[in-house]
């Protein structure tokens, strides 16, 4: 099944970053909150980049702003699963020592973004899940969270029309990522999530998974998506964008390219933000809206 792609790339500079809240569909009378949301974040990024932060502390902090912002799905706001309980997924990766860290299936905590920024500070293990993963978060000096105070009503709303048989929408924007490049040339990526809505128990996206969700190299570039988590899976599409921008293709025309693969291959529909090793940054789509945002010394740009 082919779906229509859009696609757009921005020139960039030394110090760039790109966010996105997700690819779905969001309602037109709510796509300037989900834009204006992207934005805040980009320019939180952006000016840690201006004070010179590295692309990883860029990123970082830019999917930390979106997490808590209940409009999208990372964090507050996020989606339940199917016994209405929150399970978050998150990943972040550097592209010069090709470090990373991510935590899955994780309750109880508020910035799933910043524990797996722990574990990739710590450097045993890539990636922790469900108890392994609130149990590291605690021992890294993690104050859990009220479960409650991350559950708002749209997501209730959204799995009682889930478990009713209502058509899945994008209430609260989906997936939410960041990819960045700083003045040194260090790359960095970032992506976070609450899932599918109505996901079974234990499910495990493309978010937390080096080289599905997220990939950073600086020979090349670095890459977030969102998306249907399982295609992502199945074609490593972060890696695969990547490696697409190592072999002489632009940031654009990777996220193009890989988005087209996805849904011609799976019929799968899904977004992907990219920005190579020159700071040039793109974006593709192959749903009704992504919102982003990027920003960096040249300047400032949004859309959905």
């Not at 030394?14 to 809240?21: I, P, Q």
């Not at 996020?78 to 998150?90: I, K, Q, W, Y």
Request: proline content about 2%; aromatic content about 4%; glycine content about 16%.
């Amino acid at each position: 099944m082919k779906h229509v792609i859009h696609h757009l790339g921005g020139r960039g500079g030394e110090r760039t970053l790109v966010v996105h809240g997700g690819a779905g569909d969001v309602a037109p009378e709510r796509r300037p909150l989900h834009a204006a949301g992207c934005l805040r974040a980009a320019r939180e990024g952006a000016r840690v980049l201006a004070e010179g932060g590295s692309a990883l502390d860029a990123v970082e902090r830019a999917v930390r702003v979106l997490e808590d912002d209940p409009l999208f799905n990372a964090g507050t706001g996020a989606c339940l699963n199917e016994e209405g309980r929150v399970e978050l997924d998150a990943s972040i990766m550097e592209g010069r020592g090709l470090r990373a860290g991510a935590v899955c299936a994780l309750a109880g905590f508020a910035a799933p973004i910043a524990i797996a920024r722990a574990a990739l500070e710590d450097g045993r293990h890539v990636l922790y899940a469900a108890h392994g993963a609130a149990r590291f978060a605690r021992e890294k000096g993690f104050s859990p969270v009220d479960e409650a105070a991350l559950v708002t009503e749209a997501a209730r709303a959204a799995l009682a029309a889930a478990q009713q048989g209502q058509p899945a929408t994008s209430w609260a924007g989906g997936t939410v990522g960041a990819v960045a490049r700083d003045a040194s040339g260090l790359t960095a990526a970032a992506t976070s999530t609450g899932g599918m809505v109505n996901k079974r128990v234990g499910r495990v996206g493309d978010s937390p998974i080096v080289g599905a969700g997220t990939y950073a190299d600086d020979e090349a570039g670095a890459v977030s998506t969102t998306g249907h988590g399982e295609g992502m899976i199945r074609l490593a599409v972060a890696r695969s964008a990547v490696e697409r921008m190592r072999a002489g293709s632009g940031a654009a025309e990777a996220a193009r390219a890989i988005i087209a693969h996805l849904s011609e291959r799976l019929g799968m529909t899904g977004g992907v933000i990219a920005i190579d090793r020159e700071g040039r940054f793109g974006l593709s789509r192959s749903t009704a809206t992504m919102s982003w945002a990027a920003a960096g010394d040249w300047g400032e740009e949004s859309g959905v």
